[in-house]
Each structure stands twice: as C-alpha cells, then as structure tokens.
C-alpha cells in the first residue's frame, strides 16, 4: 500500500529514523491527540498530558522532523501550532516484525490503541449519561468480542472488506450533520492451536 495525503505507509528499512521516532509513548500520544483534537500548542498539548511544555515541545520537533507533523496556521502568533500531516500511519506488520525497532513499535502501537479504547469506553459511557449523545446512538454502538476460525487469506481478505467499507461510508457521511467522530478499533489476532489465552478467549464471547 502506497502513502496518500491522509495515509502515510512506513517502510522499516528504508526508513528505520521515521520508525524509531514514533518508538516513544509520549510521541505517540502527541499524534494521537492532534488527530483528534485538530491542531494544538505544546503548552495545550502540555496541559493535556500532563507534562512539561519543554517536553512537549521536544518532541513535537522530533515529529516535524520526520514529516509526522507540521506548522499550523497560528491563532494570534505568539506560539507554534502544530498539526498532522496524516491521519493514519501504518506499516506492513511482516516487515515491522523483522527488525527489532519494527516490532518494538508494533509492540508499543498496540499497547497504546489498547489504552485508547479504554479512555474512549469512558467517555462513550460519560456522553450516553449526561445526554450528549442522543438514543439514535445506542443501538449502532458496541463491542463485539467474537473468534471465528479463519485462514490467513480469509483473515486479509476481511480486513480488506473493512477499510474499503469504511472508506465508502465515510465519503457519504462527510457532509452530514448528524455524523460524529466514532472510534473504530478493530483487531485480527490469530492465537496457536491449544494457547491458554485462545481458550480463555473462547470462554468471554462478549457481544456490546
């Protein structure tokens, strides 16, 4: 896959320097959020995690210097605006796994989406309770916790079907006042025949 104005596309070994700058916590919450959030300051952005603005403003130029970020346009000019340059950054996961900077990153990338997607059940549960988000919202929102058996092909091939969905569904909603950010956290994990963690994945078969 090829890197678009929304998609940048790491290769590891042609770009181990980008790899290894993303190898941070910090720097991929800083990411994170500016996704998110659109652009910030290092001092916004200090105040959101609760760290220095040196710090943030740190590795906020180790980001820029690696193209993961940018200037934005400033507010009133007296600080730096910073904002991203995509909103998703991937590598291919055979690749990653060969070096080891590759899978420290696959390691951490996962820890870190893991993090988000509690910090997201908690504002989910806190917008459904203060009515922020309205009933048409209830239904249409969950987890599913399922573990089909399939091949590495079928594995690909659904993944495949996922984003191109998404992809057509996010073009007829963009203009659409009612549509609102949604966190989509999906997750392809193949466990070894006989693991304890397949059969105790067998054991929750959660769904919302």
């Known amino acids: 896959m090829d890197s678009d104005t929304t998609h940048?596309?790491?290769?590891?070994?042609?770009?181990?320097?980008?790899?290894?700058?993303?190898t941070h916590p910090l720097r991929l919450r800083?990411?994170?959020?500016?996704?998110?959030?659109?652009?910030?300051?290092?001092?916004?952005?200090?105040?959101?995690?609760?760290?220095?603005?040196?710090?943030?403003?740190?590795?906020?130029?180790?980001?820029?210097?690696?193209?993961?970020?940018?200037?934005?346009?400033?507010?009133?000019?007296?600080?730096?605006?910073?904002?991203?340059?995509?909103s998703v950054t991937s590598a291919d996961n055979a690749a990653?796994?060969?070096?080891?900077?590759?899978?420290a990153m696959l390691v951490l990338g996962r820890r870190r989406q893991i993090e988000h997607l509690q910090q997201t059940i908690e504002q989910h549960e806190a917008d459904i309770d203060t009515g922020r988000l309205g009933e048409e919202w209830h239904d249409p929102s969950g987890i599913d916790d399922l573990m089909?058996?399939?091949?590495?092909?079928?594995?690909r091939e659904l993944r495949d079907a996922i984003t191109a969905k998404l992809t057509e569904l996010t073009a007829r909603d963009e203009h659409d006042p009612r549509a609102r950010s949604v966190?989509?956290?999906t997750a392809g994990l193949p466990l070894a025949a006989g693991a304890p963690a397949a059969e105790a994945a067998r054991e929750t078969g959660i769904t919302r």
Not at 50 to 71: D, G, I, Q
Not at 96 to 103: E, K, V
Not at 148 to 155: A, F, G, I, Q
């Open 30 to 86: 800083l990411l994170g959020l500016l996704r998110l959030h659109g652009p910030a300051t290092a001092s916004e952005l200090a105040a959101r995690t609760a760290e220095s603005s040196a710090s943030t403003s740190y590795h906020l130029r180790v980001l820029a210097k690696y193209a993961f970020v940018a200037e934005a346009e400033h507010r009133d000019g007296r600080e730096r605006r910073w904002k991203a340059v995509h």
């Open 96 to 103: 990653m796994l060969a070096t080891p900077a590759g899978r």
């Open 148 to 155: 089909p058996r399939l091949t590495p092909e079928s594995l």
């Open 8 to 22: 940048r596309v790491i290769d590891p070994e042609r770009d181990p320097a980008a790899l290894k700058a993303l």
């Open 183 to 185: 966190v989509l956290l």
